[in-house]
C-alpha cells in the first residue's frame, strides 16, 4: 500500500506544471537502498531520497539554507584541505591544496561546490545539502565555470 501510494504521489508530481523541478525529471530508478537515480530533462544526473522528490528539490531546485557557508580546513605543511561547512563542521568532497580550495570556497553558490580528484583533474558539481554528485566529471576550470555560471 505504502509503494501505491508513494508511486501515485509521484506521478501526481510528474503531471503537475506548479513542481517546476519535479517536471524536469527525464527518468528515475529506484536503487535498492530506497533512494532514486534520476536524469533530468538537460541530461544532468542526480541521486535522491523520496523526501526530495516529495519536496520537490530534484533536477536543479534545491534551496540551500540562506546561512550556509563554507571555508578550508587542513594541514598547512602538507598542503591538505577540505571545503567545510562552518554549520556543522562537515567536510565535503576530498582533500585538496589550499589554492584550490580557497577557489572552490570563492566559487561556491546556492549550495554547490566542486569535488574531486585534483591529481587527476576530475571535479565534479556536489550539492553541499546531500553531497551528492550532479552531472558528469570535468575539468577543475570547467567545474568552477559552471559553478559561477550557476549551470
Known sequence: MRIILFNFIVLSLLVSNAHAGVSDIKSMRKQS?????VVCTNNATETVSAESILKNEVCGNRVPASNESFICTGNESRNEFFITRV?????????????????????????LVCTGNEQRDEFFITDTSNEQRIGRKM???KCLKSISAGQ
Open 33 to 37: 537502498n530506497g533512494k532514486f537515480d
Open 87 to 111: 554549520s556543522d563542521r562537515k567536510r565535503i568532497g576530498r582533500k585538496t591544496s589550499f589554492e584550490k580550495c580557497q577557489k572552490i570556497v570563492s566559487a561556491t553558490k546556492k549550495g
Open 139 to 141: 575539468s577543475f576550470e
